[in-house]
Nanobody, 123 residues
Framework: HVLLVESGGQLVQAGDSLRLSCAASGDSIASYIMGWFRQAPGKEREFLAAIAWTSRGAIYADSVKGRFTISKDNAKNTIYLQMDSLKSEDTAVYYC????????????????WGQGTQVTVSS
């Protein structure tokens, strides 16, 4: 079992930057691909980015490529989502996930989810 705890969500202004954190704990964490999703009111959950503990590459959704950056700290078992140039449409609950990569959409098949952290962008 894997436990994921997100933090960092808050109310910000359009154009601001914000960094979310996700602390992971549990069994065989290194074997999972880690990622971020978000869900806005009335919309389906949307894949944002994914990263592996054991490689340097990352995968991004086209909607956030160039504005959001996923990163990791292996020593802390923590992944991050740096969000720049935030827009009102980025308002959502942001979820951390752990799972495996699949050849479909979304590319991360999540087995474990965090509880979510609210990000609100005021225009």
């Amino acid at each position: 079992h894997v436990l994921l705890v997100e933090s960092g969500g808050q109310l910000v202004q359009a154009g601001d930057s914000l960094r979310l954190s996700c602390a992971a704990s549990g069994d065989s964490i290194a074997s999972y691909i880690m990622g971020w999703f978000r869900q806005a009111p009335g919309k389906e959950r949307e894949f944002l980015a994914a990263i592996a503990w054991t490689s340097r590459g990352a995968i991004y959704a086209d909607s956030v490529k160039g504005r959001f950056t996923i990163s990791k700290d292996n020593a802390k078992n923590t992944i991050y989502l740096q969000m720049d140039s935030l827009k009102s449409e980025d308002t959502a609950v942001y979820y951390c996930a752990a799972g495996g990569l699949v050849a479909s959409t979304p590319p991360l098949n999540a087995e474990f989810w965090g509880q979510g952290t609210q990000v609100t962008v005021s225009s």
